[in-house]
């Protein structure tokens, strides 16, 4: 896809500037994982269900350390009640100077505690009280089984409502999608509905479409899985890594051509490939830098010629 130099450029900086999200065992593991990450980026502690909390706070302690921001997950029904959220805020923000979390329901099927979703542990204002200071939390452009029912996005309405009276910044960030039209259909439909949170596009990591579709299954993902689904007829293919850029460009054209965009950046869920995920991340933005470069190169001697000329 050719992209407008507009578009070209959003796409550089939101490569640059984009997240990603792993597990604390890969971020404490001395195999480093994370090697060649810019300092200052944004890396997401993952809640497994069995997750222990002493965990994330050593991942996110070992992230601020090194330079990054840490931006641990916390699932709402995996905490017991509000003394055990407010003991794991603290020492969060204390020990790893986190600001940043991300907000989610977490995959049991039924509270373990007194928090059956993300507005129960909104309500509890300790997240603002305990230093936090700007929450993710998560969209689904293509729908989610377990969304309430109700007006479109009236949960994200909610939490955007709750976030501006407690003083606290908020950002979506997206379930990963296959294909860009469902994400752009549904970022029109948010401002239509009164959204003006920005939105994190979620993404895959470098991983084949084999693995993707397996988690699509798992996530409820719809049109998009079919169409990665469809793709098996391409058994060339089939156990390659796929491309991101697929979906970042679309993304980035539409933004560009739309400054009214709640678009503003892009998260990486690499499944399990982060290295591989952030050596594309890498080459992308060098790749993306030399053809500026050449642009810029190209604008530069045209413009020398027409003085020269006359």
Wanted: charged share 20%.
């Amino acid at each position: 896809m050719i992209l407008s130099p507009q578009a070209a450029d959003l796409r550089a900086r939101w490569i640059g500037a984009s997240s990603l999200e792993t597990t604390p065992g890969t971020i404490l593991s001395p195999k480093d994982a994370l090697a060649g990450l810019e300092p200052g980026a944004a890396v997401f502690v993952t809640a497994l269900r069995d997750a222990n909390p002493a965990e994330t706070i050593a991942a996110s302690v070992h992230l601020a350390r090194r330079g990054f921001v840490p931006v641990p997950h916390l699932a709402a029904r995996g905490l017991r009640d509000a003394a055990q959220l407010r003991d794991l805020c603290r020492a969060l923000v204390s020990e790893a100077g986190v600001s940043h979390v991300l907000l989610v329901a977490g995959g049991l099927p039924h509270p373990a505690g007194d928090f059956a979703d993300t507005h129960d542990v909104l309500r509890t204002e300790i997240l603002s009280e305990t230093g936090i200071r700007h929450v993710f939390v998560a969209g689904h452009p293509e729908g989610h089984p377990e969304a309430p029912a109700g007006p479109p996005h009236a949960s994200l309405l909610h939490k955007q409502a709750v976030a501006r009276a407690q003083g606290l910044t908020m950002e979506i960030v997206t379930q990963f999608a296959f294909e860009a039209a469902p994400i752009i259909a549904w970022e029109r439909s948010l401002r239509a509905a009164g959204v003006h949170l920005p939105v994190r596009v979620g993404l895959h990591g470098l991983v084949s479409p084999r693995i993707l579709v397996r988690y699509g299954l798992v996530c409820g993902i719809g049109p998009s899985l079919r169409f990665m689904q469809a793709q098996k007829r391409r058994l060339h293919r089939w156990f390659l890594p796929s491309d991101p850029a697929i979906l970042i460009d679309p993304l980035a054209a539409h933004a560009a051509a739309d400054p009214s965009t709640l678009l503003s950046g892009l998260h990486f869920f690499p499944f399990g490939a982060v290295a591989r995920t952030l050596v594309w991340r890498r080459a992308e933005g060098a790749r993306t830098h030399d053809a500026e470069g050449a642009r810029t190169g190209d604008h530069q001697e045209t413009s020398g010629s027409s003085q020269r000329a006359s």
